[in-house]
């Protein structure tokens, strides 16, 4: 005690206080350390209050120490990865929005079946081929002809739909080629072919080859081709097809829609006309089919077009009067180019059969044909009928139809057409 009081009586005089130290100044000073020591131990224990565990479970489930940094570090750690998701949003905002990395097209592996010209107008003649000549070739079995075999080739070929004149002269020329030790099926072919080559080739000779090929020397002189013929027969869709070839090899082409009777034909030209590419002119309110021509022609010049096309309504060629109006239709023409029409040609439906040869002189003697498209030679056993046609006629064939593509509208090949019809290799 006498230690502390001199502790005290030090204390007092450092610190310069005139006072005496005595037990009673000790009892004081260690009531104020008292008092301070339990304020110090009142406020710790008010900062973290210790939970009151009251079960086993409690306690074995309060969390130790190790847990408290692993969570603290998770609770770190959580947050350091919100922060920098944060600053990433924050910075593709602030950042110029990024176009997005185009996806690389699919490469859709698509099975695009080409399928040839030639295969093409062999599976369009098939009917012809195996129907008609098929059937007469195989009547030539080697052994030469009786008469009664000769009379069913006369028969087959009269119904063979290549014309009267010709199957007499075919007639005849068999009667001695089928005496030759022999002749068969395959011998009767080649001779066919021959024969037919010889009185179909020379007119073939005089197709314009402008409606094939767009030759670039002729660039801007417009070249006029009106198609014409009855109800049906392929003239606008061959039209289509036409257009669509010419455009395909740089030719400008104006179409005129010279139909002023049927509307869906019209529509029906305007479509084909978008997809090849060509202007088409239609009629204004109440004009007639010869104002459309005019008016597609003068277009055509005036733009400086390579072609101008003209599809005309369809009629029976035995109505005068529509006839009598595609004249006028092409006589119109000549007050703009009197050379015009370059090319008048005649769509013939080939399930016509014999009949397609009446039409074909009805329209040549009133228009003067220059060639013939033979449609629809897919769908009729009668492609034979092109043969007495262009004999009879001395009209050539510019092209043939067998499908409603583009591509089934091809150049008529005189060797072409017979070898699919004959079935030649
Ligand atoms: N199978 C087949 N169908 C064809 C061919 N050519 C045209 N057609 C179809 O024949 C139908 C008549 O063809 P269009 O072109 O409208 O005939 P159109 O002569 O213009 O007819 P109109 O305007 O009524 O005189 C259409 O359904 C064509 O798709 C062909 O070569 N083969």
């Given at each position: ?293 005019y008016d597609a022609l003068q277009t055509a010049i005036n733009e400086g077009a390579d072609y101008c096309i003209l599809d005309t309504a369809g009629r029976l060629h035995t109505k005068g009067n529509l006839m009598e109006e595609l ?90 057409y017979l070898d699919a019809l004959l079935d030649l290799e």
């Open positions: 005690m006498n230690d502390l009081i001199k502790l005290l009586q030090n204390l007092y005089d450092q610190t310069g206080q005139n006072l005496t130290a005595d037990i009673n100044h000790v009892y004081g000073a260690g009531g104020g350390l008292s008092l301070l020591l339990v304020l110090v131990l009142f406020l710790l224990f008010r900062k973290s209050p210790t939970k009151k565990l009251e079960t086993p479970e409690q306690i074995k489930d309060q969390p130790t120490f190790k847990d408290e940094v692993e969570q603290v570090s998770a609770e770190i750690e959580a947050k350091q990865s919100a922060d920098e998701v944060e600053k990433d949003a924050l910075a593709k905002e602030e950042s110029p929005k990024e176009e997005p990395t185009p996806v690389a097209e699919e490469k859709v592996e698509e099975k695009v079946v080409e399928i040839s010209w030639r295969d093409r107008l062999r599976k369009g003649l098939s009917r012809s081929s195996s129907e008609v000549w098929g059937k007469i070739g195989a009547i030539f079995t080697g052994k030469g002809l009786d008469d009664d075999t000769l009379e069913e080739v006369e028969e087959l070929l009269y119904g063979a739909d290549i014309g009267p004149t010709i199957a007499v002269e075919l007639i005849e020329g068999l009667e001695e080629e089928a005496k030759k030790d022999g002749f068969g099926e395959k011998e009767f072919k080649k001779y066919l072919k021959t024969f037919l080559d010889s009185k179909m080739n020379g007119v073939q000779a005089t197709v314009d080859s402008d409606l094939y090929k767009f030759n670039e020397a002729n660039r801007g002189k417009t070249k006029v081709i009106m198609v014409v013929g009855v109800n049906g027969a392929g003239k606008t869709t061959t039209i289509g097809k036409l257009a669509t070839k010419l455009t395909a090899q740089g030719a400008k082409v104006v179409v005129g829609a010279c139909d002023t009777f049927r509307a869906a034909a019209v529509d029906q030209l305007e479509v084909w006309c978008q997809r090849a590419g060509a202007q088409m002119i239609r009629a204004k309110e109440g004009a007639n089919p010869s104002g459309v021509g004249k006028k239709s092409r006589d119109v023409l000549k007050k703009l180019d009197d050379s015009a029409p370059h090319q008048t040609l005649l769509v013939i439906d080939a399930i016509t059969g014999q009949n397609a040869l009446r039409q074909a002189e009805e329209f040549n003697n009133t228009l003067g044909l220059s060639g013939l498209i033979f449609t629809k030679c897919d769908g009729s056993s009668k492609a034979g009928s092109a043969i007495g046609i262009v004999d009879k006629l001395k009209v050539p064939i510019a092209y043939i139809g067998v499908g409603e593509q583009v591509e089934d509208l091809n150049i008529f090949n005189l060797s072409e």
